[in-house]
């Protein structure tokens, strides 16, 4: 759903500046293309992410799954309420297209909701500019694979 930034609520804004602070760090000089993610936790808490990428193309690690993980590596993998991305190509001055997790984020994603048991929504964003795109993870991977399929709940 598309949204302006004054629509949303103060700690939704503050997610959004995280994500697009968290650009900064993009390690992403093949693509130059710089994301950075932030994750609120159950306490208030906000962990970022941003792209990493390597020589060898295909190793490359999404902001996303670079700021699960490193819920995942404080032992928060359960605890994350809100997400936001934010991302566009580092040639570009002020760009407003907002971005959305690519397929194997969702995935990644998918598995942080369901042991969490808590159901997430993006918030989607470009590098500047007011548009926002909220969508929840089940309509951006309907019909997911997950850790219910292996018997493993939150
Ligand atoms: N990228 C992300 O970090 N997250 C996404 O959801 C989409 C793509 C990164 C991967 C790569 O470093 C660059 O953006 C261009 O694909």
Redesign the pocket.
């Known amino acids: 759903m598309s949204e302006q930034a004054s629509d949303l609520t103060s700690e939704e804004q503050a997610l959004i500046a995280a994500a697009r602070g968290a650009m900064a760090h993009?390690?992403?000089p093949?693509?130059r293309?710089?994301?950075?993610?932030a994750l609120r936790l159950t306490d208030g808490t906000i962990l970022t992410?941003?792209?990493?990428?390597n020589a060898s193309y295909g190793l490359?690690?999404?902001?996303?799954?670079?700021a699960i993980a490193a819920a995942n590596a404080q032992g928060r993998l359960r605890d994350i309420a809100a997400i936001a991305?934010a991302?566009g190509a580092m040639d570009v001055a002020d760009g407003r297209d907002v971005?959305?997790?690519?397929g194997?984020?969702?995935q990644v994603i998918k598995e942080a909701q369901d042991m969490g048991g808590r159901a997430l929504t993006i918030l989607c964003a470009a590098p500047s500019g007011e548009a926002v795109a909220r969508h929840r993870l089940d309509d951006l991977l309907p019909h997911a694979f997950g850790p219910g399929n292996l018997g493993i709940g939150g």
Do not use: D
């Not at 293309?33 to 993610?37: D, P």
């Not at 971005?99 to 690519?102: A, K, Q, R, W, Y």
């Open positions: 993009a390690h992403a093949y693509s293309f710089a994301v950075g993610a992410g941003a792209n990493f990428e490359s690690l999404c902001a996303e799954t670079v991305v991302g971005i959305t997790p690519c194997r984020c969702r």
